[in-house]
């Protein structure tokens, strides 16, 4: 659960500033029992990628999250999946280019967020 609500905050599907589900909404909409939602949200809480407001609800945040010890780990996940890419054979000219694309969809989706912020 967390990590699916994580992938959509970084593929910018829930934009930053975004309105969450509430628990109860989501764990009826997925049949997920609520406990799991509730702790997915306290543990994305924790890490940075949401914010709750009393009596508001829970938004994805505005800032991104400082956590070097994330970025380590999925630093080495990343080597490991290139490292297995080149020698399955790919190129380090298309795992450049997909890095290339996926920087600047990064970056579209912070440009937008600022707008709907209106921090531009």
């Known amino acids: 659960m967390r990590d ?6 970084v593929s910018g599907s ?9 628990v109860r ?10 406990n799991t939602i509730q702790r997915a949200y306290r543990e994305l809480e924790t890490e940075g990628y949401i914010c709750s407001v009393a009596g ?3 938004y994805v945040c ?5 956590d070097p010890a994330r970025q380590v780990a ?10 297995e890419l080149l020698y399955l054979g790919m190129r380090c000219e298309e795992l450049r280019r997909r890095t290339e694309l996926l ?3 990064e970056d579209n989706n912070r440009a ?3 707008r709907l912020l209106g921090k531009e």
């Open 25 to 34: 909404e989501l764990s009826t909409q997925l049949t997920i029992n609520p």
């Open 4 to 9: 699916g609500l994580r992938r959509l905050i």
């Open 14 to 22: 829930l934009p930053l500033g975004e309105k969450l589900p509430s």
């Open 56 to 58: 508001r609800g829970s």
């Open 103 to 105: 920087n600047r969809q």
């Open 112 to 114: 937008t967020a600022a």
């Open 62 to 66: 505005a800032q991104i999250p400082d």
């Open 74 to 83: 999925l630093l080495q996940q990343f080597d490991a999946a290139v490292q």
